[in-house]
């Protein structure tokens, strides 16, 4: 489910099945890497929808948290702190970060939930029908983690 009034509808009605919060990381630059952000920020906003329509009735895909690229990562892990406490007293089980941001790699074992890193695709300047089929491949294989890691929570 999308974070639009009619999908949210259908969260409020479901939301016992609704036990995985998306959020994608989405960084903004306005120095000499504003493109590599964008191209960030687009590859993982198509994906996330992506994933969604796979997965919709199993988790809510929230808008991306954006955040500029010269923030202090501590104060970006703390800010990303208070939405995944509130996440989790909501009653999801279960967060999953999505980005294409490599710093975060290093912020990992900071956040409760799994963070995704992909390595984002110039998207821009791909034929539609490559671009379709590339896109395809990467949402099959972010839900093969997903399933991984629901599974080895179930365990736990």
Do not use: C
Not at 70 to 84: M, P, T, Y
Not at 122 to 147: A, R, W
């Amino acid at each position: 489910m999308k974070w639009v009034p009619q999908d949210i509808d259908m969260y409020l009605q479901a939301k016992e099945y609704v036990d995985t919060a998306v959020l994608p990381l989405l960084p903004v630059s306005f120095d000499e890497d504003m493109k590599q952000t964008a191209s960030m920020t687009e590859f993982i906003t198509i994906l996330s929808i992506q994933l969604e329509r796979q997965l919709k009735g199993r988790l809510l895909l929230l808008p991306g948290f954006s955040y500029l690229k010269s923030v202090e990562e501590d104060k970006l892990v703390e800010h990303l702190k208070v939405w995944e406490t509130k996440i989790l007293q909501k009653g999801f089980k279960h967060v999953f970060y999505v980005t294409s941001d490599s710093q975060w790699k290093t912020r990992e074992n900071d956040l409760n939930g799994p963070l995704i890193w992909l390595p984002s695709l110039p998207l821009e300047n791909m034929d539609e029908q490559y671009k379709t089929s590339i896109l395809e491949e990467q949402v099959k294989q972010l839900l093969n983690i997903f399933i991984q890691k629901w599974r080895e929570n179930e365990e736990m």
